[in-house]
């Protein structure tokens, strides 16, 4: 092989490289889905991403006779050593062609992060929990959904050469929309719709700022105790809400609030992956048509369930799990009507006992795990 060459990125020019590293890495990989350039951009790009202020953030291509054949990101979080302690650093965007391109750039992320004084190297975070995290370990026969990460079946034992070793993997479910759900699950989403103080209702587009803060109150609250947890900025909110809002509908984004308290949300959108998939990444010359009536045309094919979260006094009991099913029964409800039916559901933490349990309650099967590593550095 010829001789790999890694760049910093540090122009625009360097991060279309970055984000067209992929190309080469799954050039073979029919379930590989090339994301748009401009969402990719507006992610890697520190005056439109507000993670960048709280983060320190490299990002590498590797090279070979001129070409790209990987990439890797090197990011200290302010937000998650105050969480979970000083001297962490993390990378991401992990992706290569082969054994020595990953090597070459571990070792780089890792230089860069020892140079600041990290004493643990943690990921793929890419760049955070509320983003795509892990690389996948299990579940490579079919193709990412919206949001969430591909992988390489030899990553696993590259990163594990390198003195890596798992932190914690990430389960993620699918459910056969079209199938009915057990009886069991249904009595006790009657349950809920018996009790009189709980309530359960679409999010409210017309207060869209003022839902979105609620849902963030929520959110921060029931996943504080999660590993890997880092509470959302409101830049961050604000960001994510703007993007969203274009795929966010009332009939499949809830709420519930017990005693008139909003206590539980839940959020699905479509797979926008499923609607770019022959696009290449190219919203040009004709792209953007296609993208607009595909997500207009009121089909709603795949869906997936990025966020939901239910406040920790109910978490552990019978109505937490009861909330829980009767949104995403609702919501399944009203997706089928429009035409959909595959639903993902995740990412949930491995040791996630009681989320786990629900998702297995109404049918949903483990199709596919990621995994985040950590390696001690300093």
């Known amino acids: 092989m010829s001789t790999v060459t890694i760049r910093q990125v540090t122009d625009n020019a360097g991060l279309k490289a970055f984000v067209n590293a992929t190309r080469a890495v799954y050039e073979n990989d029919p379930n590989w889905i090339q994301p ?20 320190e953030v490299a990002l ?44 070459a750039l571990l070792a780089t992320a890792e230089a860069w992060l020892k140079a600041r004084g990290m ?20 579940g490579f026969d079919t193709p990412p959904v919206f949001m969430m990460p591909h992988g390489r079946p030899q990553y696993d034992g ?21 199938m009915p759900p057990p009886e069991r699950a249904l009595r006790i989403v009657a349950m809920a719709e018996k009790n009189k103080r709980l309530t359960m209702r679409p999010i409210d587009m017309k207060r869209f700022d003022e839902e979105v803060a609620v849902v963030l109150d929520i959110y921060n609250e029931a996943w504080s105790d999660n590993w890997g947890y880092v ?10 809400a703007k993007a969203l809002k274009p ?45 607009a009536y595909r997500m207009m045309n009121g089909k ?8 939901m979260g239910v406040r920790k006094k109910f978490q552990k009991g019978p109505l937490g799990a009861a909330m829980a099913m009767w949104m995403i029964r609702q919501s399944q409800q009203n997706v089928v009507d429009r035409g959909a039916t595959f639903g993902e559901l995740g990412w949930i933490l491995e040791d996630n006992d009681g989320m786990n349990s629900i998702l297995e309650e109404i049918g949903c099967k483990v199709y596919k795990k990621y995994r985040v590593y950590e390696k001690t550095i300093g």
């Open 158 to 178: 590259w990163l594990k050469g390198q003195g890596f070793d798992k932190a914690k993997d990430m389960l993620v479910y699918e459910l056969d929309l079209l």
């Open 60 to 103: 590498w291509v590797a090279e070979r006779d001129g070409k790209p054949v990987g990439r890797i990101s090197a990011q200290i979080d302010s937000l998650a050593q105050e969480k979970w302690g000083p001297n962490l650093g993390h990378f991401g965007f992990f992706e290569v062609t082969d054994q020595e391109v990953g090597d």
């Open 300 to 307: 709603e094919d795949r869906c997936r369930v990025p966020l």
């Open 36 to 55: 748009l350039m401009m969402e990719r951009m507006d992610v890697l790009s520190a005056d439109k991403n507000p993670y960048f202020q709280h983060a």
């Open 231 to 240: 509470p959302f900025t409101k830049a961050e909110v604000e960001h994510g």
């Open 247 to 291: 795929i966010v509908k009332p009939y499949r984004t809830y709420l519930c609030e017990y005693d008139g308290e909003p206590v539980a949300f839940m959020l699905t959108i479509p797979d926008v992956n499923h609607k770019i998939r022959d696009l290449d990444g190219k919203l040009l010359p004709f792209g953007w048509a296609k993208v």
């Open 119 to 138: 004493k643990r190297m943690q990921g793929p975070w890419s760049f955070s929990s509320a983003e795509e995290v892990g690389t996948l370990i299990e």
